[in-house]
């Protein structure tokens, strides 16, 4: 197949992936509240359990699907992942009560894998010197899905309930499993890599700087996820109401979203003409020190501006850190390495949570945002400090 091929589906599946993810995501503590029944002093906490469980289970198990795309077949991954991920967004219609929904995204976590699986699959197809561009785009089309997921989501969920949008994100995750079983080919394998036995993870975590790259996309995760929790909650705070609540905090959510969509080429684009060392450690501190400032708004509407611009600071971090994945290794080792770099960004993802809760239970939610800007900042200094000379050599 050719590669432009390739992106051009795995774009449209990893929008409707990321939509689906985000049309949910951000509206569980209203699910819980309204729907399931949580009460006010347990709120919190059953949200930072649900949100990280799946992190958790997904940890786990990502590293298992990434060595088994490299043995089994990418497509055979992707076709997993998406199907099981379709009948968890289906049971997260059903559920009746905090637990179940626990239980639930238990089984979530098992399912996952699907973006790990889908860059694993393109960067196959990817010629070398179109690594950046492709890594661009595709993390430039998991934001366009953020955007339209939290607008879709928050229009459905106030004109016919959140369980609504639970049965439509299913049924875009069966179109995405449809459209990898009949439009899209196992890439096949390159000669030098015929007979190959499949790299151990000891192997890859003693390559030089896949383990500092490991380390500064969980830290991320965690930042990400220590704020979103607590997002829709702030805004309500900043509001000083309720009303609209979900809608609103869906367009605020989705600004961030719009300018990632924006960015995200460019930082890829830039990347391949300067190093993706570079764009990483530059994104990672514009993102801190935006970040940072959204502790100072005490009105909606700043604070949104902020949102925004954190956007342009974040779309350049993963996209960056994918194609230094992607030029540590060879394709027979992508589907181990993507998973792995997964893992890690959900074993951040499961922290980020449980501390959101704890903070939004505890203290100002105000100052997470002051923390976690100064966590981004912390980890470009710790890239900076401990990334081999192998990641800072500048592109031919």
Do not use: H
């Not at 055979?76 to 991920?85: A, E, P």
């Not at 959204?294 to 954190?310: G, H």
């Amino acid at each position: 197949m050719n590669w432009k091929v390739v992106l051009a589906l795995m774009t449209c599946n990893v929008v409707l992936m990321s939509a689906s993810y985000t049309m949910l995501i951000p509206f569980l503590p209203l699910y819980l509240k309204n729907d399931l029944g949580a009460s006010p002093e347990s709120l919190n906490i059953w949200t930072g359990a649900i949100f990280a469980i799946s992190f958790a289970v997904c940890a786990v198990m990502a590293p298992i699907w990434g060595k088994m795309a490299d043995s089994k077949g990418k497509k055979l991954m992707l076709i997993r992942s998406s199907s099981l991920i379709a009948l968890t967004y289906f049971l997260g219609a059903l559920v009746q009560t905090p637990f179940q929904l626990f239980l639930v995204r238990i089984l979530q976590g098992f399912a996952a894998g699907l973006w790990p699986a889908s860059l694993a699959l393109t960067s196959a197809y990817t010629p070398a010197n179109k690594v950046g561009i492709s890594m661009g785009v595709m993390q430039s089309a998991n934001i366009c899905g953020g955007i339209l997921g939290p607008l879709f989501g928050g229009v459905l969920a106030e004109s016919f309930g959140i369980r609504t949008s639970f049965f439509i994100s299913a049924g875009a995750l069966c179109a995405i499993t449809l459209v990898t079983i009949f439009f899209i080919k196992e890439p096949p394998k390159a000669q030098d890599q015929k007979g190959k036995a499949v790299v151990s993870y000891g192997e890859l975590l003693k390559r030089n700087g896949i383990m500092i790259l490991l380390i500064a996309t969980g830290l991320t995760n965690m930042v990400i996820l220590l704020l979103q929790p607590i997002l829709t909650l702030y805004i309500g705070e900043l509001r000083g109401t309720d009303e609209n609540l979900i809608l609103i905090s869906g367009l605020v959510f989705s600004l961030s979203g719009f300018a990632g969509a924006i960015a995200a080429p460019i930082w890829g684009r830039k990347g391949q003409a300067i190093g993706f060392y570079r764009t990483m450690v530059t994104a990672l501190i514009a993102a801190g020190i935006l970040i940072a400032a959204q502790y100072i708004p005490n009105t909606l509407v700043p604070f949104a501006v902020l949102q925004f611009c954190v956007g342009l600071g974040f779309s350049g971090i993963f996209p960056s850190a994918n194609a230094m994945i992607i030029n540590l290794t060879s394709p027979l080792e992508r589907g181990s390495a993507f998973g792995m770099l997964f893992s890690s960004q959900q074993i951040g993802g499961a922290i980020g949570p449980l501390i959101g809760g704890v903070i939004a239970t505890y203290v100002n939610l105000a100052s997470v945002f002051f923390v976690s800007g100064c966590t981004l900042v912390f980890i470009a200094i710790l890239v900076m400090l401990k990334a081999p000379a192998s990641l800072k050599i500048n592109p031919q």
